[in-house]
């Protein structure tokens, strides 16, 4: 992340999102204020085109033009989704899945374009590892509907609030409560949005960025402080520790990651009507 040497490739950098002729029809979109999407492609104007779709109804979009940057950059914050281009000349959109599914932690939903229509090329991408697909020239409304639709499947917002079961842990939205092995934990709401967010990305590191984007919003004046307090308590409040199955750790230099101790309680967590895939 040093200064540029010559010969290396130009920085990446935020894609501002330009204001569309048409933004779509609103009713038709998920809350999606605050989630977070990479963008891959090796032309820039192709990544401002995206941004400036997905920009105005909510998503926060941040540009890459090489694969490498957006592979360092995923070991350092929190995306909720990537959309990659399938040809870049360095290294393709398919290698570039298949080094995401041999990374640490498990990668954020992926929505690959292609100019490619053939069914073959397509199960190619899909079975290297990406969620969705659409085939190129971009047709602006059917962008905006497969983002919304992948990131409605993934992530299963819900307008009313469930009830969630994790492992031994069960958690009430209507009282902002939590309760396992006979006992019930009132939580403050940020507490309690801190909590959700964890178990529904369990062992999967998250950045203190995404973490205060998520609960706080777009803050630039919050302090790392308020999340780290937050998690303090959070941990003490739960019991989170080996003997309930699971444990709230800190990820130096990135933030924190929530993880299952036991193959029982992960598989348990899994199977809850609340877990979300990372």
Not at 64 to 84: A, G, K, N, V, W
Not at 97 to 110: D, F, I, K, Q, Y
């Amino acid at each position: 992340m040093g200064g540029r040497s010559s010969g290396s490739p130009p920085p990446d950098r935020r894609t501002p999102a330009a204001r569309p002729e048409r933004t779509g029809a609103r009713e038709n979109l998920l809350a999606s204020e605050g989630m977070k999407v990479a963008l891959l492609d090796d032309d820039e104007s192709h990544n401002a085109l995206v941004a400036g779709l997905l920009g105005p109804v909510g998503y926060d979009c941040v540009s890459f033009t090489h694969p490498e940057r957006l592979l360092s950059e995923l070991r350092r914050q929190t995306f909720d989704l990537l959309i990659i281009d399938w040809n870049m000349p360095d290294l393709s959109g398919i290698e570039t899945l298949r080094r995401l599914g041999e990374m640490s932690t498990a990668p954020p939903p992926v929505l690959l374009l292609t100019s490619r229509s053939i069914e073959a090329d397509l199960v190619e991408g899909l079975n290297a590892g990406a969620d969705d697909y659409i085939v190129k020239p971009l047709q602006p409304q059917v962008l905006l509907a497969r983002v919304n639709a992948l990131a409605r499947r993934i992530y299963r917002p819900s307008s009313t609030p469930q009830v969630e079961q994790h492992g031994p842990y069960r958690l009430e939205p209507g009282g902002h409560t939590v309760s396992w092995a006979e006992r019930v934990e009132t939580l403050t709401p940020k507490e309690f949005q801190l909590a959700v967010i964890l178990f529904n990305n369990l062992a999967r590191p998250l950045s203190r960025d995404y973490l205060l984007r998520r609960i706080w919003g777009q803050r630039p004046d919050l302090e790392t402080r308020t999340l780290d307090a937050h998690v303090s308590r959070l941990r003490s409040k739960l019991e989170l520790r080996p003997a309930n199955g699971f444990r709230l750790t800190t990820v130096y230099g990135f933030g924190y990651r929530l993880e299952a101790c036991n193959p029982q309680a992960q598989a348990e967590a899994n199977a809850g009507p609340g877990a979300l895939r990372a």
